[in-house]
Every structure is written in C-alpha cells, then in structure tokens.
C-alpha cells in the first residue's frame, strides 16, 4: 500500500468546517483513497472512500485532486462528536488487510 | 443490518495464559480481519479469513491464531500471553473485495 502523510493535529472550532488534508504522492492508478476515524477506545469507523471523483455522503466530502497525489477531508459542520483520530488510507480494493499510519487527531474547539 | 460483534468487551489475563476472542461478522460478510492496536505501535494486522481458510498473514508470532467457521463468525487465540499482548483486538469484515467494517473491539489486559 501506498504511504500516507497526515498531519499528526488539527483543531477546528464546532460548527465549522473541517478540512483534513493527506498527501499519497506514490499513489497508484489502482487504489483508492479510504478515510476512517477512531473514536477513543472505540473500532474505527468508515467514512468515505474514493478513486479519482470527488465523494459525498452523510458523513463528510472527498476532495481528490486531479493528479491524485493528495486529498481533502472534509466534515461540513463540526460538532463535539467528530473529536476523533482520522486515518487516511489509500489501498486497492481487494487488498485484504489496511495499513494504518498515525492519522490526525482532530480536536474540535467549544 | 447489524454491525459487526466481538465478545467478549473487556478481558483481564495473567501471563502464561491463552485467551480466545470471537467475532461475528455483518450478515453475508465472508471475509474477517483481525488487527492488534496498542499505544506504542498502532493499528497492525494480524490476519484475515475468507471461507474458512486464512488467506493473508501479519508479521506476528505463532501464538498468535485464528480460524473461521462455516457461518463465517471467527475466533482468534492467544497463547502464553505476555504483558505486551495487551492491546485492543478488533475485527472487521467484508464482502470480499468491498469495504472493511470494524466491530467495537476487544480490550485485553494481561497483567
């Protein structure tokens, strides 16, 4: 799997948007951009995946830019219970296993 | 559609002793992957079945085992359990060549 640089922090203030930024330069024509985010002491949490097309669904947005080298987490309007660690995680489909890096620690602000 | 299951939540061991954790998977998932996390190294995969036959390893000792059932519900053992197994064991699961979804998790304490 390709690797992945999030940065280890971010804050956003509740009701803002948050957007979580991760570079895959090394990214394959085959894998896909996987977002997911661990709540403390709970399972990880899936939230998004996309190939090359930007992505929406209730949860958040996926911004991948057109050389797929790097993409954009993006929760609307951050409330208390997005505090979490978000891992992006690029993998071809039917990998297996995921390879998790550290992720972001997102902290959202009262 | 329920998620996926892990019994049990909490476990406390000794060292020396062997522990097996059960997961049951979301309905018409055949594919079940176990990963260890503990503060210093992380989310690390240990292994991963598919009708009934493990079909991708991690780098972990052979205490270390799992198998998968006919109804694709899994458990993992391990054995001589050390301080350093103490971790949260998660299972996820999938249809195969679909998206992972993780169970709540398995906190161990060996002491």
């Known amino acids: 799997d390709a690797k992945t640089t999030q940065p280890p922090s971010m804050d956003c203030a509740e009701g803002r948007a948050a957007n979580l930024p991760c570079n895959h330069s090394?990214?394959?024509?085959?894998?896909?951009v996987y977002w997911y985010r661990q709540i403390h002491s709970q399972g990880p949490q899936y939230i998004i995946h996309?190939?090359?097309n930007n992505e929406t669904n209730e949860m958040a947005s996926l911004i991948i830019t057109e050389d797929r080298k790097s993409s954009t987490l993006i929760l609307p309007h951050a409330t208390l219970r997005d505090t979490a660690v978000y891992y992006c995680?690029?993998?071809?489909?039917?990998?297996?296993?995921?390879?998790f890096g550290k992720g972001t620690r997102l902290h959202i602000l009262p | 559609k329920a998620g996926v299951t892990q019994t049990p939540r909490y476990l406390i061991k000794t060292r020396g002793q062997q522990v097996t954790l059960s997961c049951s998977p979301i309905?018409?998932?055949?594919?079940v992957s176990w990963y260890q996390q503990t503060p210093g190294q992380g989310l690390q995969f240990l292994f991963e079945?598919?009708?009934?036959?493990?079909?991708n390893k991690g780098n972990f000792p052979g205490r270390f085992s799992g198998r998968q059932f006919s109804n694709s519900r899994s458990e993992m053992n391990v054995s001589t359990l050390e301080l350093g197994d103490s971790a949260l064991y998660l299972c996820?699961?999938?249809?195969?060549?679909?998206?992972?979804?993780f169970g709540p998790g398995t906190r161990l304490l060996v002491l």
């Open positions: 996820a699961s999938k249809q195969d060549q679909e998206t992972q979804y």
């Open positions: 090394t990214i394959s024509g085959n894998e896909y």
């Open positions: 996309g190939l090359k």
């Open positions: 995680i690029v993998r071809v489909v039917r990998d297996d296993k995921i390879i």
């Open positions: 309905s018409g998932h055949r594919s």
């Open positions: 079945y598919f009708s009934e036959t493990q079909r």
